[in-house]
């Protein structure tokens, strides 16, 4: 039986002893010595009161609970662009995650390099790119952001994994697996061969609407921890009103039983998305065709826009072309939204 443990935390100034109490029934996982690394949500480079990624003070209220079991803390992830230093740096920088090494011991990583780890009885996936600092860790703990997703409708502990597939590695599988079938298969692959022992969940500030970028911040005042990282997902989306049977990921996961520690909150209804791509029940080699009929492109806000390009360079399908705006072709766009969670200015978005 899968245990999701759930606290209620009002707001980040009050985190580190909600963090150090859901993480109590947990502190067998760690040990003195051993190296830990906190894998948060980097999606892109956003200011903390956008709730596009997780919270430094939530990262940071982790972190000094695995430093006093006297664990090394490396803080890292790939975000949806190039993987470069450069880039990387000026994601931690937006994000504000440079408070890390300034107010703890931890550090955050640059180490770009990955290997595949087998993964024979993959569902799609029989190895996956996984970043060498997750590879070389004792232990994974992942730190998710409570999010609703324009494409896969909720994103969560496994799907926060996909961060340790190496830069436009990511926005490649979108273009290969198209269909949400195939897509959600994969990224529980990717979950799989990352494998994270505890997943804690940044609930205090969540998003709603057209997430994981282009959302609006809504208060939810939880924290949910499991080492089950679906059973984590399925009871986050149970807090907050989400209709778990309009999530394609819980069409391919066998969740065993879930008891919930603490209580559920009865009072949160987010706006959550329908979803994206092709409806589930179609065969996937209608994926790219059927996109086109059901989802609509990107909408961009010109005025916004600073033509820097990154949506052309992290299109899948090289669907968009940049004359003084970005281009999106009809015919060649999967409808992925990888472009509108990239954008730096927030200038397209799903609709």
């Known amino acids: 039986m899968a245990e999701v443990h759930v606290r209620r935390c009002g707001d980040y100034q009050n985190v580190q002893g909600s963090v150090k109490s859901i993480f109590l029934p947990f502190k067998k996982l760690t040990f003195s010595g051993g190296t830990a690394l906190v894998k948060p949500n980097l999606l892109k480079g956003a200011p903390p009161e956008k709730a596009v990624t997780t919270h430094p003070e939530f990262i940071i209220a982790v972190i000094r609970e695995l430093e006093d079991a006297g664990m090394k803390v490396i803080v890292g992830d790939s975000p949806g662009g190039p993987s470069s230093k450069k880039f990387l740096k000026r994601c931690y920088e937006k994000s504000i995650w440079t408070r890390i090494p300034e ?3 931890a550090v955050l990583n640059y180490d770009l390099s990955y290997s595949h780890v087998p993964l024979p009885e993959g569902r799609v996936l029989k190895s996956v790119p996984v970043m060498n600092v ?5 232990l994974v703990v992942n730190l998710p952001k409570l999010k609703t997703h324009s494409l896969t409708v909720f994103t969560g502990a496994v799907k926060n994994t996909y961060g340790m597939v190496p830069g436009l590695m990511k926005s490649a599988f979108h273009g290969q697996y198209k269909g949400m079938k195939t897509f959600n298969r994969m ?8 494998s994270p022992d505890i997943s804690i969940m940044d609930g205090i500030v969540g998003m709603e609407g057209k997430g994981p970028a282009g959302g609006d911040p809504v208060k939810l005042s939880i924290i949910l921890a499991s080492t089950d990282a679906p059973a984590l997902d399925y009871m986050a989306c149970k807090a ?13 996961v066998k969740l065993s039983d879930i008891d919930v520690v603490g209580e559920l909150p009865s009072e949160v209804n987010v706006n959550y998305p329908e979803g994206g791509s092709t409806p589930w029940w179609l065969p996937e080699t209608f994926g790219g065709v059927m996109a086109n009929l059901y989802m609509k492109r990107p909408n961009l806000y010109a005025d916004k826009c600073i033509s820097c390009g990154e949506c052309m360079r992290i299109c899948p399908e090289d669907a968009i072309k940049m004359n003084q705006y970005p281009k999106i072709s009809w015919w060649k766009c999967i409808r992925c939204y990888c472009c509108a969670e990239i954008c730096p200015e927030d200038a397209l978005e799903p609709r």
């Open 103 to 105: 107010e703890t011991d």
């Open 240 to 252: 907050v009103g989400i209709d778990t049977s309009k999530v394609p990921l819980f069409r391919e």
């Open 134 to 138: 997750c590879n070389d860790a004792d």
């Open 187 to 194: 990224l529980l692959d990717v979950h799989d061969a990352v």
